[in-house]
């Protein structure tokens, strides 16, 4: 198959000026999204995951600033277009949901009224027009009786309705990309699991892109080509996720894996990262995980090259195995 | 283990909440059949899980048998008194659970000062003590929750609920609001201080991963009822019940491989203010045949050697029977 590279985020770096100087939150990020891939992006809180995602619609909050790096979107870098051409972008070409479905959604609003205003915005479409497609994205992302529901307000749905709505509004542009951040990680199980079949689907039909953001290795594996790990900003591992989770290269990626319950441990002690993420992680020299990596010794505190295997594995660890 | 009695008995215990508009004669709304007919035992020295997703009943229970909730129908029989005074609770969200404004030391002590157990100085040497059992420095009495990260908060929650040495912890999702390097920690810790405290645990949760790890039996709720328990092992290698079986195949798990179409199941569960007919989860049975829609099922054996394993559907029971 040959790959249709959609987004190329280059040496990505976001900064805050905070009061007590500058915080560099994501540093020299770089990686790529292809039509009809989904690539998971992992790490514990606070590690970069949501600025990441924000960088690639410019959303980043104040203070903070994208202060270095590119990111072309079919060859033009976003980051050089004026803001009006940005908002021809944003929601349209590339959209984007969030954990919590009510922070998308407008309360005061019927949920088809939400829909068709994407519409109405990026198209040249009669109202009328935009209920009817708005009514037909509903029954498509698996809302029963769409027509009755696109005039309910979002208070009226149950967690995972307001989910599928929201992926409603996210699609209706037919967008090239879909950012997802932790989009599944407050529904149940069940629910959760059908919001996977559905946007597994939806990618088959509109060969979109998907930046699947999720705290939950478990759930990336389950969606996810390739596979991302960021810790404290920085980008630790790269592969493709039928080698990351049998063959893990970076010792972060290998600690995380070692720690999640499994049947061969049942009842016993598992395997631990002691520590936490630390907040100023942009502070430490060298590699950010060394802290609290077993693996560690004085050079880890030097510059930290990016090294990829055979298989297409990247990690930025100088201890890992057969280095290219 | 069996044999012994159980440290807390609980027997058809019903508690529902009338759902009222706002205002002091608020219309009537309905009501919500939060625990419906609940039967089980805790048995001293094990841990019990509850799983089910959310809405159906766990933590009503959980307020419940702490007393913080009466109850409107059934009984709950404690083994002694002081197990009734003294169960402690750990909660989801360590930020929330811990005053901000009060000092670890006080925080933790907590527990022994409302039982008036020891002078201050006695007090503060056992919270000297639980701190460092839970992982943290006795020096840490001295500061304030903000100063804590989320794993080190639940480290202090639990220093809390073990300083008065009870005999039953409730942990209501202790895990879910940390991050998964942290989550592997306070697991290990609670496996830890079960073995040297002798303590036992109710042990409710929504991840199915964590659970087969730390329970030693397991109760699955839906809609307010038990719909199977057993011994973990019964549970995860062997579910009788299609929503048990359902949920361990929804459960995310590494190594299965990029998810196959059409596994999941249909529907989400029913409003708790008009849970269904018959069967509260006939609407989404796969299984279902047509009596399930008005007969109510029982809780039954699967299994007629021994009454381990419980399962509420009478046709899984009688499929299961014929094998
Ligand atoms: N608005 C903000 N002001 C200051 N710092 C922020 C802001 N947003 C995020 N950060 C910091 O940037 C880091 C990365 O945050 P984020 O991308 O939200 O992490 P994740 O999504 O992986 O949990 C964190 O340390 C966070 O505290
Ligand atoms: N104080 C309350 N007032 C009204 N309804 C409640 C109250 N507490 C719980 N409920 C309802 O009872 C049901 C069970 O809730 P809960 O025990 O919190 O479930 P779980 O912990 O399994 O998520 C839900 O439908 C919930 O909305
Ligand atoms: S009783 Fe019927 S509806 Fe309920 S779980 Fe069993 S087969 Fe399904
Ligand atoms: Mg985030
Ligand atoms: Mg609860």
Same mark, same amino acid.
């Given at each position: 198959?040959?790959?249709?590279?959609?987004?190329?985020?280059?040496?990505?770096?976001?900064?805050?000026?905070?009061?007590?100087?500058?915080f560099?939150?994501?540093? @020299?990020?770089?990686?790529?999204?292809?039509?009809?891939?989904?690539?998971?992006?992992v790490?514990?809180?606070g590690?970069?995951?949501?600025?990441?995602?924000?960088?690639?619609?410019?959303?980043?909050?104040?203070?903070?600033?994208?202060?270095?790096?590119?990111?072309?979107?079919?060859?033009e870098?976003?980051?050089?277009?004026?803001?009006?051409?940005?908002?021809?972008?944003?929601?349209?070409?590339?959209?984007?949901?969030?954990?919590?479905?009510?922070?998308?959604?407008?309360?005061?609003?019927?949920?088809?009224?939400?829909?068709?205003?994407?519409?109405?915005?990026?198209t040249?479409?009669?109202?009328?027009?935009?209920?009817?497609?708005?009514? @037909?994205?509903?029954?498509?992302?698996?809302?029963?009786?769409a027509?009755?529901?696109?005039?309910?307000?979002?208070?009226?749905?149950?967690?995972?309705?307001?989910?599928?709505?929201?992926?409603?509004?996210?699609?209706?542009?037919?967008?090239?990309?879909?950012?997802?951040?932790?989009?599944?990680?407050?529904?149940?199980?069940?629910?959760?699991?059908?919001?996977?079949?559905?946007?597994? @689907?939806?990618?088959?039909?509109?060969?979109?892109?998907?930046?699947?953001?999720?705290?939950?290795?478990g759930?990336?594996?389950?969606?996810?080509?390739?596979?991302?790990?960021?810790?404290?900003?920085?980008?630790?591992?790269?592969?493709?996720?039928?080698?990351?989770?049998?063959?893990?290269?970076?010792?972060?990626?290998?600690?995380?894996?070692?720690?999640?319950?499994?049947?061969?441990?049942?009842?016993?002690?598992?395997?631990?990262i002691?520590?936490?993420?630390?907040?100023?992680?942009?502070?430490?020299d060298?590699?950010?995980?060394?802290?609290?990596?077993?693996?560690?010794?004085?050079?880890?505190?030097?510059?930290?090259?990016?090294y990829?295997?055979?298989?297409?594995?990247?990690a930025?660890?100088?201890?890992?195995?057969?280095?290219? | 283990?069996?044999? &012994?009695?159980?440290?807390?008995?609980?027997?058809?215990?019903?508690?529902?909440?009338?759902?009222?508009?706002?205002?002091?004669?608020?219309?009537?709304?309905?009501?919500?059949?939060?625990?419906?007919?609940?039967?089980?035992n805790?048995?001293?020295?094990?841990?019990?899980?509850?799983?089910g997703?959310?809405?159906?009943?766990?933590?009503?229970?959980?307020?419940?048998?702490?007393?913080?909730?009466?109850?409107?129908g059934?009984?709950?029989?404690?083994?002694?008194?002081?197990?009734?005074?003294?169960?402690? $609770?750990?909660?989801? #969200?360590?930020?929330?659970?811990?005053?901000?404004?009060?000092?670890?030391?006080?925080?933790?002590?907590?527990?022994?000062?409302?039982?008036?157990?020891?002078?201050?100085?006695?007090?503060?040497?056992?919270?000297?003590? $639980?701190?460092?059992?839970?992982? =943290?420095?006795?020096?840490?009495?001295?500061?304030?929750?903000?100063?804590?990260?989320?794993?080190?908060?639940?480290?202090?929650?639990?220093?809390?609920?073990?300083?008065?040495?009870?005999?039953?912890?409730?942990?209501?999702?202790?895990?879910?609001? =940390? #991050?998964?390097?942290?989550?592997?920690?306070?697991?290990?810790?609670?496996? $830890?201080?079960?073995?040297?405290?002798?303590?036992?645990?109710?042990?409710?949760?929504?991840?199915?991963?964590?659970? &087969?790890?730390?329970? #030693?039996?397991?109760?699955? $709720?839906?809609?307010?009822?038990?719909?199977?328990?057993?011994?973990?092992?019964?549970?995860?290698?062997?579910?009788?019940?299609?929503?048990?079986?359902?949920?361990?195949?929804?459960?995310?798990a590494i190594?299965?491989?990029?998810?196959?179409?059409g596994?999941?199941?249909?529907?989400?569960?029913?409003?708790?203010?008009?849970?269904?007919s018959?069967?509260?989860?006939?609407?989404?049975?796969?299984?279902? &045949?047509?009596?399930?829609?008005?007969?109510?099922?029982?809780?039954?054996?699967?299994?007629?050697?021994d #009454?381990?394993?419980?399962?509420?559907?009478?046709?899984m029971?009688?499929?299961h029977?014929? =094998?």
């Amino acid at each position: 198959m040959t790959s249709t590279r959609l987004l190329d985020v280059k040496e990505l770096e976001v900064t805050f000026r905070l009061d007590d100087g500058l915080f560099r939150a994501v540093s @020299d990020l770089s990686f790529s999204l292809e039509a009809g891939k989904t690539l998971g992006l992992v790490g514990e809180s606070g590690s970069g995951k949501s600025l990441t995602a924000l960088s690639l619609l410019r959303l980043i909050p104040k203070p903070g600033i994208i202060s270095k790096g590119e990111i072309y979107f079919k060859g033009e870098n976003l980051l050089a277009l004026p803001d009006e051409q940005m908002r021809t972008i944003r929601g349209n070409k590339i959209s984007m949901i969030f954990q919590e479905p009510m922070t998308a959604l407008n309360p005061v609003l019927t949920i088809g009224a939400q829909i068709a205003e994407a519409l109405l915005i990026h198209t040249e479409i009669s109202p009328e027009e935009a209920h009817q497609k708005a009514v @037909d994205m509903l029954g498509h992302v698996g809302i029963p009786d769409a027509a009755a529901r696109a005039l309910d307000y979002p208070h009226n749905l149950s967690g995972g309705m307001r989910q599928r709505a929201v992926i409603a509004m996210a699609l209706i542009c037919e967008p090239e990309i879909l950012i997802a951040d932790e989009a599944t990680t407050a529904l149940d199980t069940t629910v959760q699991a059908q919001i996977l079949d559905l946007l597994i @689907d939806l990618q088959q039909e509109f060969n979109m892109a998907i930046l699947f953001i999720s705290h939950n290795l478990g759930v990336v594996s389950e969606i996810a080509d390739d596979v991302m790990v960021m810790y404290g900003g920085r980008l630790m591992e790269s592969s493709p996720a039928s080698h990351i989770f049998s063959a893990p290269q970076h010792p972060y990626t290998k600690g995380l894996l070692s720690t999640l319950p499994r049947p061969e441990l049942r009842g016993q002690l598992l395997p631990t990262i002691e520590g936490s993420v630390p907040t100023r992680y942009d502070q430490l020299d060298g590699c950010r995980f060394a802290p609290r990596c077993t693996e560690a010794s004085d050079e880890c505190l030097g510059d930290i090259p990016i090294y990829q295997n055979a298989m297409g594995q990247q990690a930025a660890c100088i201890k890992v195995d057969d280095k290219i | 283990m069996s044999t &012994a009695e159980p440290l807390l008995e609980i027997n058809n215990l019903v508690k529902h909440f009338n759902l009222r508009s706002p205002g002091l004669f608020g219309k009537s709304r309905g009501t919500v059949h939060a625990l419906n007919d609940i039967s089980l035992n805790i048995r001293e020295g094990e841990t019990l899980a509850v799983v089910g997703e959310s809405g159906c009943g766990k933590s009503t229970l959980a307020r419940v048998i702490t007393e913080l909730y009466q109850t409107d129908g059934g009984e709950i029989s404690y083994q002694s008194h002081t197990l009734r005074k003294n169960i402690q $609770m750990i909660f989801q #969200d360590p930020y929330a659970s811990l005053n901000p404004r009060l000092t670890i030391g006080d925080i933790v002590a907590e527990p022994l000062v409302i039982q008036k157990t020891g002078n201050a100085v006695e007090r503060q040497n056992k919270v000297a003590t $639980m701190l460092e059992r839970v992982g =943290l420095q006795q020096s840490d009495a001295a500061r304030y929750p903000h100063q804590f990260s989320g794993g080190q908060r639940q480290r202090i929650a639990i220093a809390r609920a073990i300083i008065s040495e009870p005999e039953l912890i409730i942990a209501d999702e202790p895990l879910s609001a =940390l #991050d998964v390097s942290i989550q592997s920690q306070i697991l290990n810790l609670l496996i $830890m201080l079960k073995k040297e405290q002798q303590l036992t645990y109710l042990f409710i949760s929504h991840d199915l991963a964590s659970v &087969a790890h730390i329970a #030693d039996r397991v109760i699955v $709720m839906y809609l307010g009822q038990i719909i199977e328990s057993g011994d973990s092992a019964q549970i995860f290698d062997n579910p009788g019940h299609p929503y048990t079986q359902a949920l361990i195949l929804a459960a995310p798990a590494i190594g299965k491989g990029k998810r196959q179409k059409g596994v999941s199941i249909r529907g989400e569960a029913a409003s708790p203010l008009s849970p269904p007919s018959g069967c509260c989860y006939h609407p989404r049975c796969p299984k279902m &045949a047509d009596s399930c829609a008005f007969e109510v099922p029982k809780l039954e054996s699967i299994d007629q050697s021994d #009454d381990s394993h419980l399962v509420a559907c009478p046709i899984m029971l009688k499929s299961h029977i014929q =094998l």
